[in-house]
């Protein structure tokens, strides 16, 4: 929706500069305040009441709280309705006023109460106290800094760098990225910035700063009832669909021919008879089907729903050229590959909506990744008695089978460890390329656990596999997914909703047992490894708006061409930044002559290397942009 920003001293030119850095993020408006110790700058993507009255940033009615706001609401209308039967008497129809007055009413409690996706500041100008908060899942972000007695904040990184915010790469972070292609919160590439983690608040004072969680996974019994989990499912996704449809601007959906994004387009098609739906395609004349499939099937669906659809092809020359700015878009280095397809699509969607939902989250809540159906069968394995899965004649058996690696991860106690194996590039890859001066095999692990231990649940608990698909919702999602869904969409001044990650949705699966959403397919010896379905109870609950081409459909990812285009048109990209004349800074880190090597065996077809060869790709670009200018 905006952009956020502030820091604890005045300074109306360096406010102005943030706001003008961040201008892609709310085109709309600007605005800025400054009290006796404290700036606070805003970009303004208008969504609900355009009139100048959702202006910010926006005085509380009693003149005493003042708030910037990045995100919506949605159950802000509910909200209204109770504080103003308090008395309370709003004077515009935004969600920011309605956080004023529930913050004045409730204080940092205020925070249960919300619906939505959010990242906002208030500032008391009595007490000169500041409070951030971040919404649960952390669909929206924010990052801040502080050092010798100045606390920056803004909604995107690179506005912190008007300041004089020191650009030390965090060596920890540097080796947590080549190893799982992004940072986790609350640590950035930047030693010495941060981002507040989901489901936090944080209040800086003349105590120093305070930082808070207020929302995790609580380890509630599960639900077996299936007939009541599908009935609940149907209910809240439909809700959380109707209130994220509510908008002042055109809205539409970004249709990718999948399970999740289909039941988007049929509960949208329940509440409006003008869907407008969305999908990208590639430009490709070899293995067209296969890198347009879902394009195809999206197609298919939007006329079985009657939406007014919208179709953009891309070509290698549209990510060549735009591939910088969707880095710098990015503010930190996030290795994917369909990253700046995903800011193309989004410009092309610009005159069309202002605001599209998607489809992320169901994955990492129902199942759908082939990680969840390998744990789960870890899992039911693990219900043998250890003295017979764990011995010398399984382990010759497993060998005979090349399957030694899932016998030993079959009788790994760690949860993280275990999670990793399947999530991580491999440590022979990495060893091979980050020089030996700067990598850290251990420090991903060691860090996973201490950012992520409160929400693992019980050490003694049996269930792997919901606690793995908790951390796929606390790392991955918020810090890859999320993230790169907001500034993607930011960049093209477009606002994206989650309509599965409605924090009543994600509560609610976490209780849904996972034989419930894995099924049974794949779990017996002759079927092992094949016919893995996910998404079981997901599917038959939203059965209704699943057409048989996608009910019956294949798992399959989003494929791109980005692995050919390196042996073809990026190539001459490749075999430019990847060397060490590009940027002489990093050779320190990296042996570009082990990666350039690895490129031949790319090309040449010896040995696929798509994953490493785009994080090495994409960090040289991100240094380019963020570190030598």
Request: glycine share 6%; hydrophobic share 40%; proline share 4%.
């Amino acid at each position: 929706m905006c952009g956020i920003h502030g820091f604890n001293f005045v300074d109306e030119q360096a406010a102005q500069k943030m706001v003008e850095r961040t201008r892609h993020r709310g085109p709309d408006s600007s605005g800025a305040f400054f009290s006796r110790s404290w700036s606070l700058g805003f970009n303004r993507l208008a969504i609900i009441d355009l009139s100048e009255r959702g202006n910010q940033p926006m005085k509380s009615r009693s003149g005493r709280y003042v708030i910037v706001f990045n995100g919506e609401i949605y159950n802000f209308k509910e909200l209204r309705d109770e504080l103003r039967a308090d008395g309370y008497d709003f004077s515009s129809g935004t969600d920011t006023e309605v956080i004023l007055a529930a913050y004045e009413k409730w204080g940092e409690d205020c925070l249960r109460r919300l619906n939505g996706m959010f990242a906002f500041a208030i500032l008391d100008t009595e007490t000169e106290e500041l409070f951030l908060a971040r919404d649960r899942i952390g669909i929206k972000p924010l990052y801040f800094s502080r050092a010798n007695g100045k606390f920056v904040f803004s909604s995107e990184a690179k506005a912190l760098f008007i300041h004089e915010i020191s650009k030390e790469i965090d060596p920890d972070a540097l080796n947590m990225y080549f190893r799982i292609l992004y940072v986790p919160a609350p640590m950035t590439i930047w030693a010495h910035v941060k981002k507040l983690q989901p489901g936090h608040f944080l209040r800086v004072s003349q105590n120093g700063v305070r930082i808070q969680k207020y929302w995790g996974y609580e380890d509630r019994p599960v639900i077996t009832d299936r007939g009541a989990i599908e009935e609940e499912i149907r209910r809240l996704l439909a809700d959380s669909v109707r209130r994220e449809m509510i908008s002042d601007r055109p809205v539409g959906v970004f249709l990718s021919g999948g399970i999740d994004s289909t039941i988007i387009t049929g509960l949208m098609s329940e509440e409006s008879q003008n869907v407008r739906t969305f999908s990208a395609g590639f430009e490709e004349t070899e293995e067209s089907d296969k890198y347009n499939r879902d394009f195809h099937l999206a197609r298919r669906t939007a006329a079985h729903f009657g939406t007014a659809h919208h179709e953009y092809r891309f070509t290698a020359r549209d990510v060549l050229d735009k591939l910088p700015a969707a880095i710098w878009h990015m503010d930190e280095p996030v290795s994917n590959h369909i990253q700046t397809i995903t800011m193309l699509l989004a410009r092309a969607v610009a005159p069309e909506a202002t605001v599209v939902l998607g489809g992320d989250g169901g994955d990492e809540l129902f199942g759908g990744y082939e990680r969840h159906y390998y744990l789960y069968l870890m899992d039911r394995l693990r219900r043998l008695p250890e003295m017979a899965r764990n011995n010398f004649f399984a382990a010759a058996l497993a060998r005979a089978f090349k399957a030694y690696e899932f016998y030993r991860l079959c009788n790994e106690n760690d949860v993280v460890r275990r999670y990793l194996y399947f999530f991580a590039q491999k440590e022979n890859i990495i060893a091979t390329f980050l020089r030996q001066s700067v990598n850290r095999p251990g420090v991903l692990e060691k860090r996973f656990v201490e950012i992520y231990a409160s929400d693992l649940g019980r050490e003694g608990e049996r269930d792997f596999t919901r606690r793995a698909m908790r951390l796929d919702v606390r790392s991955w999602l918020a810090d890859e997914s999320l993230a790169r869904s907001d500034k993607m969409t930011m960049a093209a001044s477009i606002e994206q909703r989650v309509p599965f990650l409605d924090h009543r949705l994600v509560e609610f699966a976490d209780r849904i047992p996972v034989r419930y959403k894995i099924g049974s397919k794949g779990l017996y010896f002759a079927s092992v490894g094949r016919h893995y379905e996910g998404k079981v109870i997901l599917k038959s609950a939203m059965k209704k708006y699943l057409p048989p081409w996608v009910l019956g459909r294949d798992k399959w990812g989003w494929f791109s061409p980005a692995a050919k285009w390196i042996r073809g048109p990026l190539l001459p990209l490749f075999q430019e930044v990847l060397s060490p004349s590009y940027i002489p800074e990093t050779k320190d880190m990296l042996d570009f002559s082990a990666l350039q090597k690895m490129l031949e065996g790319h090309v040449s077809k010896k040995k696929y290397a798509l994953t490493p060869l785009w994080a090495a790709l994409t960090f040289q670009l991100w240094y380019k942009e963020f570190m030598n200018k």
